[in-house]
Each structure stands twice: as structure tokens, then as C-alpha cells.
């Protein structure tokens, strides 16, 4: 048999060390530590696969609760909060009034002592004027109130006070008539418009009570502005609500008496409604008769 040339016995046996070599770095390659393939999870005996487990549906965080609370208590806080500014607005501006009055009035007693000033007596029907409500509580507030051991405590009295105030805001009202003059119409913040009333005994031609300020809503301020030069007096058909507002701190007047005190933990407030305004001249016949007087 012919040998194979040396030649080529010498390139076959390289060959096989290439290959027996390139066998052996591949093994080693898989046989790296810490690789390893992954696995798919083999469910033991009695296990249910986790493609079979039930879906739990997400349960309501019992926080959602409590921050829609606190919302809602943010948003009370803060009505309540424009309310007071409002109430204290009313009170510093009329406290700067008076104390403007004060400080205006001459030192020491006048030569001669001006006359006082004619008013008609305050009508009793409680809807006549806002005089003629202040005087109604007033009774009221003494008739229940008064005296005090009445009640087993004060603060027993004083809840019963409270409770009061707000039954009457709700009840007390009716749909008045009156006569009155309008004075001093000026633009306060926001575009609005408030103004000096007072009522008017037309028949005696002499004012019921003080004058009181009101807002006046603004489909009535053009007509107002325009018959100030025309009319010195007008008739005035509104709604007229007691509010009387309960002040554990107030036992008495005070130095102003502002708000008027009702009697101890009520001051006196009230709530109107415009519906109808008609100028009336002073020599005009007088206005018909007040269904609420």
C-alpha cells in the first residue's frame, strides 16, 4: 500500500488538534460560572400555576376618604372666613365713621343746645322698619331670656340663645312696603353700590329710627342716579328678613353699640331683597297703606 505523503499527514493531524481545541473552549464557555439559563418555573404537586391564580381587584385607599373630607372642611373654613372680613369691614368702617364724628364735635358744652330732632314713634309690627324689628327682638329676647334663672347654667341659656337666632333668621320675614328717603349713593369694590336709607312716616312727614346703609342691586343704580334730582322720596316694596347673629362674647352695648345689641348673645342684623322702586315727590299724595304695617 503507497504511503501518504508526510506533507499531508502533517496537516490532517493539524487539523484535528483545531477542532479537539475549538470543542474544548466552547465546553469551558458554557461551563462559565455564574451563567446559567433560565428556567421555566415547574408547578409542584398541589400548586396551582400562577397563569391560574385569580385577579384581586385594587381595593380604595381608605386615605381618598379622609382628603375629601379635609377638602370639604378647607372649603367652609375659608366661607367662613369671607364672611368675618365682610362683618368686620361693616364694623371698622362705621367705627371710623363715628370716631371721625367724635373728634369733629367742638370742646365742651355749646351756648345754646340744638333741638332735637323730630322722628315718628316706631310702628310695633316688626316688618314697619328696621327700627321696628330691633324693638320686636328686643322684647322677644327679654320675654325668653330674661331673667336668667330661668336656665340651670349659663351655658345652657346661652345655647338656647343660639338656637334662637338661627329658628328666627329662617321664620321671621315678610314682604314690607316702605317709604324712604335715599341718600349718599356711592360705588364700592367690585362695581357695586350701596347707599344711606331711611324710613319715612309719609303721613307725618318725620323719619321712623336711624338711617341704615344698603347695598343696592345694579338693575336699580342707574334708576336711583338719575331721580336723585327728581324725587326726594321712594317707594320701596322688598323682602325683609330678620338676622339677628349670635355672639358668645357679647353681654352689652358696648362703647358704639355696633351692631346694635339685641340683648346678651345676639346682635341685631337683618337681610333685604329688592323687588320694585317708584320715585315719589314730597307733595304727592301719600303711599297706600302697608298691608304689614
Not at 371710623?96 to 364724628?101: G, R, S
Request: hydrophobic share 40%.
Amino acid at each position: 500500500m503507497p504511503r501518504r505523503p508526510l506533507a499531508r499527514q502533517v496537516s490532517l493531524r493539524a487539523c484535528l488538534r483545531a477542532l479537539a481545541l475549538l470543542g474544548m473552549c466552547g465546553a469551558a464557555s458554557f461551563a462559565q460560572p455564574g451563567r446559567t439559563e433560565p428556567e421555566s418555573p415547574v408547578p409542584q404537586p398541589g400548586q396551582i400555576p400562577p397563569t391560574m391564580l385569580p385577579t384581586v381587584a385594587p381595593q380604595p385607599d381608605p386615605r381618598d376618604a379622609e382628603i375629601a373630607l379635609l377638602r370639604q372642611q378647607v372649603a367652609a373654613l375659608e366661607e367662613r372666613c369671607a364672611t368675618l372680613q365682610r362683618d368686620y369691614d361693616a364694623v371698622r368702617a362705621q367705627l371710623l365713621a363715628a370716631q371721625q364724628t367724635i373728634a369733629a364735635m367742638p370742646k365742651g358744652l355749646p351756648a345754646t343746645q340744638p333741638p332735637a330732632e323730630r322722628v315718628a314713634p316706631v310702628p310695633e309690627a316688626p316688618m314697619a322698619s328696621p327700627a321696628s324689628l330691633l324693638a320686636a327682638l328686643q322684647r322677644m329676647h327679654h320675654e325668653q331670656f330674661d331673667p336668667p334663672a330661668t336656665f340651670k347654667s349659663e351655658d345652657e341659656r346661652r345655647s338656647a340663645i343660639e338656637k334662637w337666632c338661627k329658628t328666627l333668621s329662617r321664620e321671621m320675614k315678610g314682604r314690607p312696603i316702605w317709604v324712604v328717603t335715599i341718600s349718599d349713593l356711592r360705588e364700592t369694590t367690585a362695581g357695586r353700590h350701596e347707599a344711606t336709607f331711611r324710613v319715612m312716616d309719609d303721613e307725618l312727614d318725620l323719619p321712623v329710627g336711624g338711617p341704615f346703609v344698603l347695598e343696592i342691586p345694579r338693575a336699580f343704580v342707574p334708576r336711583v342716579r338719575d331721580g336723585a334730582a327728581k324725587f326726594d322720596r321712594w317707594i320701596l316694596t322688598l323682602e325683609f328678613r330678620a338676622a339677628p347673629r349670635f355672639n358668645a362674647d357679647r353681654v352689652d352695648e358696648g362703647v358704639f353699640n355696633v351692631p346694635a345689641f339685641v340683648g346678651a348673645f345676639a346682635e341685631f342684623g337683618f337681610e333685604v331683597e329688592f323687588k320694585t322702586l317708584v320715585g315719589k315727590k314730597r307733595d304727592e299724595a301719600p303711599a297706600e297703606p302697608n298691608p304689614e304695617r
